[in-house]
């Protein structure tokens, strides 16, 4: 069974920098398409970047265009998102999730599209 955690979550004044981690255990994150999603209270949760499985192509909420960045450190199991030029409205709970690549082609920023979810870590953005 695949696992998730998320970390690197915090309190940041807008213009600073996080880095999530989603750190796996169970198996190989290779074979898995990845998304972070975000969710602030009252609202639905939002795909703001997606990795296809070895990291094939990448994609990214308008959002957040230009400011996060997707990667994976194969060594190490961990998918992070780097998140610069943070503003107020990138608050909320984050999470990591995970869809075999066996189950579609590509990853997509859909949240029904994903299986697997780490318990979420809070980004919150304020002076």
């Known amino acids: 069974q695949l696992q998730l955690v998320e970390s690197g979550g915090g309190l940041v004044q807008p213009g600073g920098t996080l880095r999530l981690s989603c750190a796996a255990s169970?198996?190989?994150?290779?074979?898995?398409?990845i998304g972070w999603f975000r969710q602030a209270p009252g609202e639905e949760r939002e795909g703001v970047s997606c990795?296809?499985?070895?990291?094939?192509?990448?994609d990214y909420a308008d959002s957040v265009l230009g400011r996060f960045s997707i990667s994976r450190d194969n060594t190490r199991n961990t998918v992070y998102l780097q998140m610069n030029n943070l503003k107020p409205e990138d608050t909320g709970v984050y999470y990591c999730?995970?869809?075999?690549?066996?189950?579609?082609?590509?990853?997509?920023?859909?949240?029904?599209?994903?299986?697997?979810w780490g318990q979420g870590t809070q980004v919150t953005v304020s002076s």
């Open positions: 999730a995970a869809s075999h690549l066996t189950v579609r082609a590509r990853a997509t920023r859909l949240a029904s599209d994903y299986e697997y």
């Open positions: 169970g198996h190989t994150l290779d074979y898995y398409h």
């Open positions: 990795s296809s499985s070895f990291g094939t192509d990448t």
